[in-house]
């Protein structure tokens, strides 16, 4: 695998220098959107907790790295620049909404639709989710998400998207995910030992796609749990 050039390596840190100088922009703005939030009668019924954080700079480098190699592999210029970086990743600033149940997930993207409209928050892309479970699949289709998969790169990864660009005039996105709490234990585990590289352990790897269909059946039984209790609590 070829290695950035000195000349690559200059911009790369050129880059992160950049979204490091302009880090608390993306704090702040994260600030304001949690409180949006929680302030949300339409939301905050519906949700168990919310996580934020702005990217460590070593992890923007690694994926700037990753994105130079992947370009020159597919013969494409890499195309990032400080003048776009904002635009370009779209992570910089992510936020993570955590619910209980698969049930409250069209309230909770009926809700975020409707902060966005009121903030005046621009949907960078069309929202998506990824997952790899055929009935999810299903469901999130229903719902109008776009279903992103990479064949190539097959993943037990399941999580809603949302990318939003706030009406400021400096330009940047920030990512809103939004996934149930047995989701999150897969995510949370996976992203210790798979991040940013893949653990080179085979065992590991089988036991994280254990682990994922576990918590699939977790997820599977906690909505059967508050079906049934629905059902039984009506008079």
């Known amino acids: 695998?070829?290695?950035?050039?000195?000349?690559?390596?200059?911009?790369?840190?050129?880059?992160?220098?950049?979204?490091e100088n302009n880090r608390r922009t993306f704090s702040s703005f994260l600030i304001s959107l949690h409180g949006q939030i929680i302030s949300s009668d339409k939301l905050i019924p519906h949700i168990h907790s919310i996580?934020?954080?702005?990217?460590?700079?070593?992890?923007?480098?690694?994926?700037?790295?990753?994105?130079?190699?992947?370009?020159?592999?597919?013969?494409?210029?890499?195309?990032?620049?400080k003048e776009n970086l904002f635009l370009k990743v779209n992570d910089l600033a992510g936020l993570r909404i955590l619910h209980l149940n698969t049930d409250q997930l069209p309230l909770i993207a009926k809700g975020l639709a409707e902060l966005f409209e009121e903030e005046s928050y621009t949907l960078f892309e069309k929202p998506s989710a990824r997952t790899w479970d055929d009935e999810s699949r299903v469901l999130l289709s229903s719902m109008?998400?776009?279903?992103?998969?990479?064949?190539?790169?097959?993943?037990?990864?399941?999580?809603?998207?949302?990318?939003?660009?706030?009406?400021?005039?400096?330009?940047?996105?920030?990512?809103i995910q939004v996934r149930t709490l047995?989701?999150?234990?897969?995510?949370?585990?996976?992203?210790?030992?798979?991040?940013?590289?893949?653990?080179?352990?085979?065992?590991?790897?089988?036991?994280?796609?254990?682990?994922?269909?576990?918590?699939s059946t977790c997820s599977r039984l906690v909505d059967s749990i508050f079906r049934s209790h629905k059902d039984l609590s009506k008079p």
């Open 144 to 175: 109008g998400f776009r279903i992103k998969s990479r064949p190539s790169k097959p993943s037990f990864y399941t999580s809603i998207h949302y990318v939003i660009k706030p009406n400021k005039k400096t330009q940047y996105t920030c990512e």
């Open 1 to 19: 695998m070829s290695q950035p050039s000195a000349q690559e390596r200059r911009l790369v840190r050129d880059l992160v220098s950049h979204y």
């Open 182 to 215: 047995m989701e999150e234990v897969w995510a949370e585990v996976d992203h210790t030992l798979n991040y940013p590289h893949k653990t080179p352990i085979l065992a590991c790897s089988e036991q994280l796609a254990a682990l994922a269909r576990a918590t």
């Open 51 to 81: 996580k934020s954080r702005t990217k460590e700079p070593s992890h923007l480098e690694d994926k700037l790295y990753r994105k130079i190699l992947e370009d020159k592999e597919n013969n494409r210029q890499f195309a990032v620049t």
